[in-house]
Structure formats: structure tokens, C-alpha cells
């Protein structure tokens, strides 16, 4: 059975799992097959969505109705239906449970899925004994922790740290902005703790400006941005004999009237107006913004919007000082006037702003304007929505008989993509009550078994939050044998360097099908072409083989019915060495395990190359020959390493694979030596109030300033311990500005002891102790279900262990009294006696 790229088949016996990811901003389905209910479904849905649980019940022969169904969270009941009666349904489930259909009795539908509903779910029913299971887990949008002041002002010189932490499912990723442009770390700008930290050390001048931390997932996106500004900066004005005064204000390009007089002049950031002293003894006088002049800038930048689909939209982009200047916009990077598409729909207007009317769907994009001197730029998202549609119909589908097939829907969406409804010769398909039928991700129909019954007319009607454009025109559907191999190429091909390799391939197609056309691909999907190459039929031909050469290959025959391949590998000996794949790593606490699959199988050596993510210094560890498997000890707990693997023969250099990072988890380590606090030498008061909180990015520990001799504080340190004594957490001191720590890579099925202490100089204050239990992955009710199977099957030797021996005895037994009858036959006959029963 062949499924397309987007879904994935997972087959546990007895258990049939079929996955295929939703489209954003819908729900993903996970639907399945299960027995007795003794294995859980794991499900997936967004914050918001909906989701199906499609209970399967084993009933009595005959009967197709489940009597008294009920569905529980967690031993509560949610949901319960008695013969026909209204159903019952719990409080906070109100208005957002019901039936699937009248046809499936036993499966429901949730919407508005809230974080809440994480968790698990049963169903079950009076005459059915199996209770299925089912996991939902639910995934929400990103929510900031931590963000930093919406104004910050500092002195030119000083450091900054712009702390910015976020959670949610799956864990956020975090990224920097300033005006509108990637943060990139230099010898004064870093990145740390994964992002959540950017740092800036000896301020100036190109460092101010909006600093925007964006925190997304496949829930969406949010951000904060925070203004860098300076306190108060500070000129001095001299006079020429011109009558006009020139000026150095820390880069700043100004220019001034002035009176023929000497003038001190003080800016503050925030309030643009100079204040002048005339150095004699005049009182103040106030110079007014407006007789300052300097480069041109956009004061009234564009902002994000989103509109619909034939609307008007407009995006400002005012200059200051007011000149004859003017702007140049863009979108997605190329000039607007460049673009036929918006041709006659978009102008730019005398005052700077963007006018498009009315705006398509092709206009969503990065809309930017610049001023032409190249002095200042901004940019701004347009988001432009519209109803689900189809935008292409083709007359005629043909599916592959016996194999999966797909009935293509092509669609368009924004909002994403929320369900598709489908038609066969004018009927509603309900594909959740069809063997063998879906609905993808993209919209399409999945039949992963092709049947002669699957021939018909078809239509497809997309929806998202604007609703729908209509429906596609009707599909005919058509049904096919699909073509075969008659040769199929070697599983592998080996010749040395310069010979030739000659591989074979053809194809034949089905009654009533056209020629299948025959092409050689790389397994990246080129074409297999070159001066060295020969087709002869369906056969291709390879010259004066090199060490490119080496690699898969695939012939691949496809026709209006369907595409099949069949693949090959070519080994080329005597080469420079080929980079090992598939390359696993298994760490613990201070080792890691690595093993990999050679690139081919002509003799060579390797090494490993590993080095923390942090850090430039890379370390080199020869591997045994003959190996691909090796050991790597003395690794630091809790640190993220690069591992690579790197080959080596005897005609030449190393070549290293892509490589893997893995963490090693945090444990127990060796004690640390540190100070213990002197009564005598002066310390800082204890930090207060310190908590732990479990968050998608680790556990955070959270704490407030000492609140008695803070001068003396001079950074924090953070102390653990499991089943041992107290050890250090953090690599680096804490600053004393910093009240918040993450711990990562915490090992499961641990409980943790955490301290903070404020130091001083000389000693340190322990806060109070907070405590961390760290649950196993396995639930308590799987353990117990682990636990009940074994002893039954304990139980069920000793049993049988038990019957065997009681049977050795009988039989023990019957043997002994067989021999003593025996013997008394001999005696019997010695002496010439003869038994009751003898003749």
C-alpha cells in the first residue's frame, strides 16, 4: 500500500493507527482500530478546535446500538446517553459535546477544545465489556512569563540583559528583533539560554531603538517590544563668526540657529526640546525642536493589518523633517511598480502612504517603504483573508486498483483550512463511517484501499472562518489497474572507479491504460543525466564511473493510473571515503553511546568529533577499526553536545556527516567546595519567597531580593540535591539583577531539593528550600495495568506448575503399583501359583 507524503501508517498489532497533521489553525486526527480496549489512542488538538473520539465497542453478535454509553474524564462521568432519552452531559462540557451521527452511536465530537480537556478519556457502554482509551493532549498558543519594560533608559556605556520567556504546547520558539531586523549577535550583542536572554554590553548610539521579543508555535504567535533610550544627553555649542553654531553630541548630526552667544544644551530622549544657557549671566532660553535639522526620518511608520478580500487598505509612511523627499515601496522585496499584479490597484501617494484597492488574496505579504537617501526604512505585514476555495477541478481522476489512491482537492485558504465536505454521485460521504476512507490534511480523499466501488462522480466543498466560495465542479473518478515491473533493477550494484555499470528496468501497463513512461531519478528526484550517461529503452548505462556517482538510484514508471518505483544502489570502490549516515546517540549523565552505518562497504576508519553547542573547541576520539559503534565518556551532565562521525581510507581526507545534538541529563554530581557562610564576615540577607514552576521550557525557579543588606549582595547561586549532599546548579554566578533561574534537563522519576543563596564578598544566605517531584513517564494506571498482567501471568505458571506436579505423583503412583503386581506374577509363577483372574 503506498500513502502520499503527509501521512504516516503506524502498525502495532492488533492496532491500526492512521495519522495525517492537520493544516493551520485545524484540528489533527488520529483515528483507530483497537481490541478490548487495552491499548489508548493518543489524540492531538489545538486550543480552540475540535476533536472526534471515535469509540470502538465490541458488542454482541447482532446487536450495532451500545445501551447506557457513557464517556468519563478520568473516572468522571462527562457524557452518558440511556436508551433514547435526552443525553446528560457535565457542566463545563455544556454545549460542546454531541453525537457524531445517528449512525455512530458511540463517538463524539468536542469543540471549543480547551487546555483543560487534556487528559484522559474512556467510553463504554451496558453490553459491551471493552472500555476503549483514549490520550488527548492539547496544544495551546504561546503566553509570555517573562517580558521586559515597554521603556527602558540607560547612560551610553552601561549593559543590558532583556530577559523575554514563554510557554505553551509545543514549547515556543523565541526571536529578536530590532526595528524590524534580525537581531545578529556581534562582540557586544548576544544570544543565551536558547533565546529567551538577549544581552548588550557597552551601549552606544546604533544599539537604541525598538527591541521586539516574538515568541511562536504551531499555536500562533505574540509579541512584546520593549524601546532602548537613552537618560539625558548633553552638547556644546560654539560660536562661529557666521552667527551659526556647530556641534558633537555623541553622533548626533544636529544644527542650530543661535545668537552670536555660547549655549550649553541638554536633550532629553523622551521630550525633544533644547534648553540653552547663555554662559554669562542671561537666564535660560528655550530653542524649540523645530530649529533643529538633521537626516530625514519616518515618524509615522506603516502597521500590520489585516483586511478581507476586496477591500481597501492603506499604509502610511510619514518623513520629518517635511521635504521634498519621497519613498519607495516595496512588497516581499521587489519594487511595487515592478509588479503586473498590482498594476493599476496600488499607488503611492503625495504625503508617502500605500493605497491598494481593492486588495486580492495574492497580496498578503511584507509591504516596505524607504526613503530614498537610504536614511530610514520601515515594514509592515498585510494579512489579507477570504473564503475557503477551489482552485483547480480536473474532469477526470484515475485510481489505482488495490492500492491507495487519492481524490484531489485543490484548495485555497485563509484562515487555514477548517473541513471539506464530499460528494459521490450527488450523496453526502461521511468518511469516518467508510472503511478506508479520509479526509487529508490539504482537503483530499484518501482511499487507502482501491476498490471498483470508488468510481463514481465527485465533488469537494472547502470551509475555514470566512466560510466558503463553493463547491468544485463534479470529478469523474475512474478506476484502474496500475502498471508493473516486468525487470526491476539489482538491489545493489558495485564496480570500482572508471568501469561502467549497466542497469535494467521496464515496465508494462494494464488493459485499457496508456504506455507508462520510464525515467531515472536520483533518490532527490533529479534526473540521472550527463555526458557519462546512456538510455537505451528503459535501461540506463553509466561511464567511467567516479566517486559522485556513487549514491540511489530509482527507476520510476508512472502513466494516467499511478507512479511506481523501484530503487537500487550504486557503490563505487576505490573512492575518497563516503560520509557515514544514520547516526544514533544514546547519552547518559556523562557518557554517550554513537553508532552508524557506514557509507559503503569498502574498508575505512573513523573518528569522532564532538564539542558542547556553546562552545568553538571541538574534540577528536579515534574509533576502533573495524567498528561503528563507540563510547564517548566523561561528558559534563546537563549540556548540549555536537556529535559528528568522520571517514577516512587510504585514498584520502575525512569526510563527516550532518552530525546530532543531544543533551546529556542533569544528575547528581561531585560536591562542590564552596564557601561556608562566616557568623563573622558580612553576608546579605537571605533571598525571600523562592518558588518552582513547571513551564514548556524547564522548571523555573523564581525569587525576591534580600531584604536586609542588599549593597552587600554580589550574585546568586543556585543549590541542588536528590538522595545525596548539596551541590551547584548553575555554571555562571547569577547577576544580582537577575531573581529567576530555569533548570533543565531535570532526570524523571527524581525528587529535587532547591536553595538559592545571595553572596557577598566573603559569605553567603541561603533562602528557604523548595521541594520537586518529578513524575516517570508511565502513569500509575499503566504501571498498575503492567503490574495485574504480570501477575496473572505469574499466577498462571504456578498454576500450571502446580498441575504437573500433582500429575508426576499419580503417575508415580500407578507406575509402582504396576511393578508390585508384576513381581507378584513372578513369584506367583516360581512357586506355582496362579492368580484369581488367570486361565
Not at 77 to 103: F, H
Not at 292 to 304: A, D, S
Amino acid at each position: 500500500m503506498e500513502l502520499p507524503d503527509d501521512v504516516s501508517l503506524h502498525i502495532s498489532n492488533p492496532h491500526l493507527l492512521l495519522h495525517y497533521p492537520g493544516p493551520q489553525g485545524s484540528p489533527s486526527w488520529l483515528l483507530g482500530a483497537q481490541e478490548k480496549g487495552k491499548q489508548a489512542i493518543f489524540l492531538t488538538a489545538k486550543s480552540g478546535e475540535f476533536v472526534v473520539f471515535n469509540c470502538q465497542l465490541d458488542l454482541p453478535v447482532g446487536v450495532d446500538t451500545p445501551l447506557d454509553l457513557r464517556w468519563s474524564k478520568e473516572d468522571k462521568t462527562i457524557y452518558s446517553l440511556a436508551d433514547e432519552k435526552d443525553p446528560w452531559v457535565a457542566e463545563r462540557y455544556k454545549d460542546r459535546i454531541q453525537l457524531v451521527s445517528s449512525y455512530a452511536r458511540s463517538s463524539i465530537n468536542l469543540t471549543s477544545v480547551r487546555e483543560s480537556d487534556g487528559g484522559w478519556y474512556s467510553c463504554g457502554a451496558s453490553n459491551s465489556n471493552s472500555t476503549p482509551r483514549f490520550r488527548l493532549t492539547v496544544n495551546t498558543p504561546p503566553r509570555f512569563l517573562v517580558t521586559p519594560e515597554d521603556m527602558i533608559r540607560i547612560n551610553f556605556g552601561d549593559a543590558i540583559i532583556l530577559s523575554c520567556q514563554a510557554e505553551g504546547r509545543p514549547a515556543p520558539e523565541i526571536r529578536w528583533y530590532k526595528d524590524a531586523s534580525p537581531v545578529e549577535p556581534s562582540a557586544t550583542v548576544g544570544l543565551f539560554n536558547q533565546g529567551s536572554e538577549l544581552r548588550i554590553s557597552d551601549i552606544w548610539q546604533q544599539d537604541l531603538g525598538d527591541y521586539t521579543c516574538i515568541a511562536g508555535n504551531t499555536g500562533g504567535q505574540i509579541s512584546h517590544t520593549s524601546t532602548l533610550t537613552t537618560v539625558r544627553l548633553t552638547a556644546v555649542i560654539l560660536v562661529l563668526k557666521d552667527s551659526r553654531c556647530q556641534k558633537e553630541c555623541n553622533h548626533f548630526d544636529l544644527e542650530v540657529e543661535c545668537l552670536g552667544i555660547l549655549f550649553v544644551c541638554a536633550l532629553d530622549a523622551t521630550n525633544p526640546s533644547y534648553t540653552s544657557e547663555r554662559m554669562l549671566t542671561s537666564p535660560l532660553n528655550t530653542v524649540q525642536p523645530s530649529s533643529v535639522k538633521g537626516p530625514p526620518r519616518i515618524v509615522v511608520p506603516p502597521t500590520n493589518q489585516t483586511t478581507l478580500e476586496g477591500e481597501k487598505v492603506r499604509f502610511p509612511c510619514e518623513i520629518s523633517p517635511a521635504s521634498n523627499l519621497t519613498v519607495e515601496w516595496t512588497h516581499d522585496g521587489t519594487s511595487i511598480s515592478a509588479l503586473p499584479s498590482l498594476q493599476g490597484r496600488a499607488s503611492a501617494q503625495r504625503d508617502g502612504s500605500l493605497v491598494i484597492n481593492p486588495v486580492t488574496s495574492e497580496d498578503s505579504g511584507f509591504y516596505s517603504c524607504e526613503i530614498v537617501t537610504g536614511s530610514d526604512s520601515a515594514m509592515a505585514y498585510l494579512n489579507v483573508e477570504y473564503p475557503a476555495k477551489v482552485t483547480f477541478t480536473p474532469t477526470v481522476q484515475y485510481l489505482p486498483f488495490r492500492l491507495a489512491g487519492v481524490v484531489q482537492c485543490s484548495i485555497k485558504a485563509n484562515p487555514p483550512l477548517q473541513y471539506v465536505t464530499w460528494t459521490k454521485d450527488k450523496r453526502l460521504l461521511e468518511p469516518y463511517s467508510i472503511k478506508d476512507t479520509f479526509i487529508m490534511s490539504n482537503g483530499s480523499l484518501l482511499l487507502t484501499k482501491v476498490t471498483q466501488e470508488h468510481e463514481g462522480r465527485y465533488t469537494c466543498t472547502p470551509y475555514n472562518a470566512q466560510g466558503t466560495q463553493g463547491s468544485s465542479g463534479p470529478m469523474e473518478v475512474l478506476v484502474r489497474k496500475p502498471p508493473v515491473f516486468t525487470v526491476e533493477p539489482e538491489s545493489l550494484y558495485q564496480r570500482k572507479v572508471g568501469e561502467t555499470v549497466e542497469m535494467h528496468c521496464d515496465a508494462q501497463e494494464a488493459e485499457g491504460t496508456q504506455k507508462p513512461n520510464i525515467q531515472w531519478q536520483l533518490r532527490n528526484g533529479d534526473a540521472v543525466q550527463g555526458e557519462r550517461v546512456t538510455m537505451s529503452k528503459a535501461n540506463i548505462s553509466i561511464s567511467d564511473l567516479r566517486r559522485t556517482d556513487f549514491g540511489y538510484y530509482q527507476c520510476v514508471a508512472s502513466n494516467e493510473v499511478a507512479t511506481i518505483v523501484s530503487a537500487t544502489r550504486l557503490v563505487v570502490d576505490g573512492t575518497l571515503p563516503h560520509a557515514p549516515h544514520n547516526l544514533t546517540a544514546n547519552c547518559t549523565e556523562t557518557t554517550v553511546t554513537l553508532s552508524w552505518l557506514p557509507g559503503y562497504t569498502y574498508k575505512q576508519d573513523y573518528v569522532i568529533l564532538y564539542q558542547e553547542s556553546s562552545s568553538m573547541e571541538q574534540t577528536s576520539v579515534p574509533v576502533i577499526p573495524n567498528t561503528t559503534m563507540t563510547t564517548i565518556t566523561g561528558l559534563t551532565p546537563g549540556t548540549d553536545y555536537l556529535f559528528q562521525v568522520s571517514a577516512k581510507n587510504t585514498q584520502g581526507d575525512m569526510m563527516t556527516n550532518v552530525g546530532v545534538t543531544m543533551p546529556t541529563p542533569l544528575q547528581p554530581a561531585q560536591e562542590d567546595d564552596f564557601p561556608r557562610p562566616s557568623d563573622d564576615g558580612p553576608k546579605p540577607g537571605p533571598p525571600l519567597g523562592l518558588t518552582i514552576t513547571d513551564t514548556s521550557l524547564g522548571y523555573l525557579l523564581k525569587w525576591q531580593t534580600p531584604s536586609e543588606k542588599v549593597d552587600l549582595l554580589q550574585y546568586y547561586s543556585v543549590r541542588y540535591k536528590t538522595d545525596s549532599g548539596w551541590r551547584i546548579l548553575n555554571r555562571d554566578d547569577i547577576d544580582p539583577a537577575d531573581t529567576s533561574y530555569l533548570a533543565k534537563n531535570l532526570v524523571e522519576g527524581r525528587t529535587y531539593h532547591f536553595r538559592v543563596m545571595a553572596h557577598s564578598a566573603t559569605s553567603f544566605e541561603p533562602s528557604n528550600e523548595v521541594k520537586l517531584s518529578i513524575p516517570s513517564s508511565i502513569t500509575h494506571d499503566d504501571t498498575a495495568a503492567l503490574v495485574g498482567d504480570n501477575s496473572l501471568f505469574i499466577g498462571g505458571i504456578l498454576l500450571i506448575g502446580a498441575i504437573l506436579f500433582v500429575a508426576a505423583i499419580i503417575l508415580s503412583i500407578c507406575a509402582i503399583r504396576i511393578c508390585n503386581k508384576r513381581r507378584a506374577r513372578e513369584n506367583g509363577k516360581i512357586y506355582g501359583i496362579h492368580s484369581p483372574n488367570s486361565i
